[in-house]
């Protein structure tokens, strides 16, 4: 009898930060609700709509995770977040927006080679996010994208 495979879940994007205040309040900025607020600075959630956001200091989770702390990295780590939207608009908008909290412009929209409309800011610790409107993919009401089958 084999074993049965679990269900298969992305649950929480957990980011290093360097100062958690900071990164708490950027996050806030932005729009995002923090949830489990008695976890203090020690750790942060916030409600996505999807998965759940955390902050939690850097030096804490490379060690829970076994990784060097230092040094830090300081090239492109093969991952970015994103902010898919409803419109070109929107994305300008989110870009302006989150530039105004404090991020930093990484990539000015732009028109993409599949249709689409682009562009990527950073948090405080460098972690990219891409903001973006795509051809078939939906987002709802539910602030959730619907992936065409």
Same mark, same amino acid.
């Given at each position: 009898?084999?074993? !049965?495979? @679990? ?5 929480? +994007? ?8 900071? $990164? ?8 995002? %609700? ?8 020690? +750790? ?6 999807? @998965? ?16 060097? %702390?230092?040094?830090? @990295? ?13 419109? $070109? !608009?929107?994305?300008?908008? +989110? ?22 409309? $682009? ?13 973006? +409107? ?16």
């Amino acid at each position: 009898m084999g074993m !049965e495979a @679990p269900v298969p879940r992305l649950t929480v +994007v957990t980011l290093g930060v360097n100062d958690m205040r900071t $990164s708490i309040a950027f996050y806030e900025s932005l729009g995002f %609700e923090r949830k489990f607020r008695a976890t203090g600075e020690v +750790v942060a959630f916030f409600d996505t709509g999807g @998965p759940v956001l955390g902050l939690f200091p850097w030096g804490d989770l490379a060690q829970d995770a076994e990784q060097p %702390e230092d040094p830090h @990295p300081e090239a492109f780590r093969g991952m970015t977040l994103a902010w898919n939207c409803r419109s $070109s !608009e929107e994305v300008d908008i +989110v870009l302006d927006f989150a530039v105004s909290k404090g991020a930093e412009l990484l990539r000015p929209a732009h028109q993409t080679d599949y249709g689409g409309y $682009s562009g990527y800011f950073a948090d405080p610790d460098g972690h990219p996010w891409e903001v973006v +409107v795509a051809p078939h993919i939906d987002v709802g009401d539910d602030r959730r994208v619907h992936l065409p089958d």
